[in-house]
């Protein structure tokens, strides 16, 4: 069966990560000029090595924290879409390190968020997150938007801080469908990946199903647990 081609320019955060390195050989391999954003490659081995991404994207190295790093990145790549996967995603390692976790998941949503409000080219964006951006009260079914945010553990509470800045940004600047050149997605599922680290987890965050809807006119929240 023939593969419909996809060929928007796309700018991915964390690409080097496992699930960004994924989605970034995925929409080149479809016909997308991928430009890809991220301090490091996080492992060794890794997924985007092994594939010699570097030579399908245009890899750019820069620290998420950075916004003047961030804007300028996005401004001279103008892409057509944005995912935004860059994050510090290990629950363990919030507790060692919680001004990191802090910095990179909700300075690294803002500056993102900023980022896209500045570069007139983007027409949608989609920002991944975790489950684990709501409190954790150990029922059986998925949570939902108006449950409470934020957990005990610092990266708990970072995402749950994203979720506030992100929410603020869509209706302050992203919530008119008429007047409102960018459309938003805010993206989780539930479901846990083993990393190849020994003894780190991560939560699974992203699902893809929303690039290339102009109709979306609201953030949408997704739980793979239905």
């Known amino acids: 069966c023939c593969v419909k081609r996809y060929e928007k320019s796309s700018c991915i955060t964390g ?6 390195s994924w989605l970034a050989a995925w929409l080149s391999q479809m016909g997308a000029t991928v430009c890809g954003f991220a301090d490091c490659v996080p492992t060794s081995p890794s997924h985007f090595e092994a594939m010699h991404l570097e030579q399908h994207v245009q890899d750019v ?9 961030v804007i300028r990145a996005m401004k001279e790549f103008r892409p057509d879409v944005v995912f935004h996967l860059a994050a510090q995603a290990l629950v ?14 909700m300075l690294g949503t803002l500056n993102m968020l900023e980022a896209v409000r500045q570069c007139p080219s983007v027409e949608a964006a989609v920002f991944i997150t ?4 709501y409190r954790n009260d150990e029922w059986v079914w998925g949570y939902r938007e108006t449950d ?5 553990d610092p990266y708990s509470a970072s995402k749950g801080c ?3 800045i992100a929410h603020s940004y869509f209706k302050s600047f992203f919530g008119d469908p008429v007047n409102t050149y960018v459309y938003a997605a805010w993206i989780f599922t539930a479901a846990y990946l083993e990393k190849f680290q020994k003894c780190k987890k991560s939560s699974f965050d992203g699902i ?3 690039v290339g809807n102009r109709n979306l006119s ?4 997704k739980d793979n647990r239905h």
Request: contains cysteine.
């Open 61 to 69: 190295r820069g620290d998420i924290r950075d916004r003047d790093a």
């Open 92 to 105: 363990r390692k919030s507790y060692e390190d919680a001004p990191l976790t802090f910095e990179a998941n």
């Open 208 to 210: 893809f199903d929303v």
């Open 130 to 133: 975790s489950d684990k951006c």
């Open 162 to 164: 994203a979720e506030i």
């Open 218 to 221: 609201a953030i949408q929240y």
């Open 148 to 152: 409470h945010l934020g957990g005990d």
């Open 15 to 20: 690409h080097t990560g496992f699930k960004g």
